[in-house]
């Protein structure tokens, strides 16, 4: 993918929104960074993903049909094998009480949408421990 072989490259990462919008933007945005980008559009493709995928950070939507971040982010915490990945919420709404709502199920961060190119690396960059 990157032929100057940066160490972004080795670095998988999970971008979970049932906007098509925004799964196209972050992974846009992302693998121009040269990292590998695992998309999916609600809850249940992204823990179906998540198991051959293993990403290194999972960035979740809050609002999806079906099966919501919350939801989605208890039940990857909840996984022995993901529980140390980094889950950081994404959400249109910037109320202290999903905020609290994302910790209590186990996020790392949370990004106010719309989000930035830096707002995503500076998520990886903080939370993903990359060997330069």
């Given at each position: 993918?990157?032929?100057?072989?940066?160490a972004n490259s080795a670095i998988k990462v999970m971008v979970v929104d049932d906007s098509r919008t925004i799964r196209?933007?972050?992974?846009?945005?992302?693998?121009?960074?040269?990292?590998?980008v695992i998309t999916a559009d609600d809850g249940f493709e992204a823990l179906a993903k998540i198991v051959d995928?293993?990403?290194?950070?999972?960035?979740?939507?809050?609002m999806m049909p079906r099966l919501?971040?919350?939801?989605?982010?208890?039940?990857?915490?909840?996984?022995?094998?993901?529980?140390a990945t980094p889950v950081?919420?994404?959400s249109s709404k910037d109320g202290?009480?999903?905020?609290?709502?994302?910790?209590l199920a186990g996020s790392e961060?949370?990004?106010?949408?719309p989000f930035t190119r830096e707002d995503l690396l500076d998520a990886i960059q903080?939370?993903?421990h990359v060997t330069r």
């Open positions: 993918m990157d032929a100057g072989g940066s196209r933007t972050a992974e846009t945005l992302l693998e121009r960074e040269g990292f590998i995928g293993e990403p290194d950070i999972v960035f979740l939507d809050i919501d971040g919350y939801q989605t982010c208890a039940v990857i915490k909840s996984n022995a094998r993901f529980r950081i919420m994404l202290i009480f999903d905020k609290a709502r994302g910790k961060q949370f990004i106010t949408k903080q939370h993903v």
